[in-house]
């Protein structure tokens, strides 16, 4: 697994008492799955930086067919995710698996393993008709626009580069200005993606100074950027 997650700290409590069902760990698991949730989504075969962990239970670590970016430390570990191998991963996953991947340093506490691996299991296991309580939790994962279908203010009609300032046009005719270290170019293959040569924008930042420009394929990249004062 290729990827990276921020090195958070994990910051819920999580109730002792032993009246805690299973329907509540899962709930609980759901809270603590924010920390996960900028990487993986638990929706199938929608692969973020990390891949889908959707019907993750029972799976062969490494064998998502739609996610190519899995480490041989992975792909060749012969883990099956259950209970107790979720639980020593999740606990510390450069030592379960050398080599692996995975930056994130883990999560210490034991029940907020066991709450993680409840939700894993009710949401993205076999209970295909039970309501994932991520569901019931809304802002929890950002939604993935599509970007063949977004509006002429988010289309690409230009990009030009001077000095450190690039000057991006959209199809509605309007030019904003990026300092070239907070505009960055980004490729999308997927059925989200953008058109081919029909590249969008994407803004980034809490300030609206940054931004994604997202294209088809890398070979649009240098095609639509011009240089010119």
């Not at 999580?14 to 920390?35: C, H, K, N, Q, V």
């Not at 039970?130 to 990009?159: C, F, H, Y």
């Not at 450190?164 to 293959?189: M, P, Y």
């Not at 609206?208 to 070979?219: C, Q, T, Y």
Request: proline share 7%.
């Amino acid at each position: 697994m290729k990827y990276a997650f921020p090195a958070v700290t994990l910051f819920f409590l999580l109730p002792a008492s032993p009246a805690l069902t299973a329907e509540g760990d899962a709930a609980l698991g759901a809270r603590a799955f924010r920390a996960c949730a900028a990487c993986h989504s638990v929706e199938a075969n929608r692969n973020m930086t990390g891949p889908s962990l959707a019907e993750v239970w029972n799976r062969k670590a490494g064998s998502l067919a739609s996610f190519p970016r899995y480490s041989d430390a992975m792909k060749s570990s012969g883990v099956i995710w259950n209970d107790e191998t979720l639980d020593a991963y999740l606990k510390n996953p450069a030592e379960f698996m050398p080599g692996n991947h995975m930056t994130f340093p883990g999560v210490p506490d034991e029940k907020a393993r066991s709450a993680i691996i409840a939700f894993l299991k009710q949401a993205g296991g076999d209970q295909q008709n039970a309501q994932r309580p991520m569901d019931a939790m809304p802002g929890m994962q950002r939604a993935v626009p599509n970007l063949k279908t977004v509006e002429a203010s988010s289309r690409i009609k230009a990009i030009t580069y001077c000095h450190d300032t690039f000057k991006v046009t959209t199809t509605d005719g309007k030019t904003r200005d990026f300092w070239e270290r907070n505009l960055r170019f980004k490729t999308d293959s997927s059925e989200d993606g953008p058109n081919k040569d029909a590249p969008a924008i994407v803004n980034a930042g809490m300030m609206g100074d940054r931004a994604s420009i997202i294209f088809s394929s890398p070979e649009e990249i240098s095609r639509f950027i011009g240089r010119g004062c």
